[in-house]
């Protein structure tokens, strides 16, 4: 594991624009033992989806609607603290921010095109269900030894 393994790719060819990444550092809680009081491992990256320029007006615009209940100002935050290690939260904080943008923008799914069932379909159904009715009509007669 050397430097980070950027760039992350949010969808197709677009990157996530690492000179747009805002980095903050601060203690974390959890795992780590006296380790956690010394170092500063827990990742706050933050992005600015509103200022951007690296994604395309279209994407920026999906990205906004949304993330919205995200946004502060227009900046979505993601933190990571699950790891010991800075290295590794920092790694965890972009691959998650690459993941919730790739997400944000995607298109829309396409509209469902109503199909209906075949009538051969339909026909075998009903005649294995008044098949079914005819055995169970035929079972409860009474008692046999009468």
Do not use: C
């Amino acid at each position: 594991m050397d430097d980070m393994s950027g760039p992350y790719v949010i969808r197709g060819s677009v990157p996530l624009p690492e000179a747009e990444l805002q980095w903050r550092f601060s203690r974390s809680s959890g795992p780590g033992g006296q380790h956690v009081n010394t170092s500063d491992s827990q990742v706050e990256l933050r992005f600015d989806v509103a200022k951007t320029e690296a994604l395309p007006e279209v994407w920026k615009q999906r990205a906004l609607e949304r993330l919205a209940p995200r946004l502060v100002d227009g900046v979505v935050t993601v933190r990571s603290s699950e790891h010991r290690s800075q290295w590794r939260n920092r790694e965890t904080a972009a691959v998650r921010l690459a993941a919730l943008l790739a997400e944000a923008t995607a298109p829309p799914p396409k509209p469902r095109k109503p199909t209906r069932i075949p009538r051969g379909i339909n026909e075998r159904r009903l005649r294995e269900k008044k098949q079914r009715a005819e055995t169970k009509r035929g079972r409860g007669g009474g008692r046999a030894w009468d």
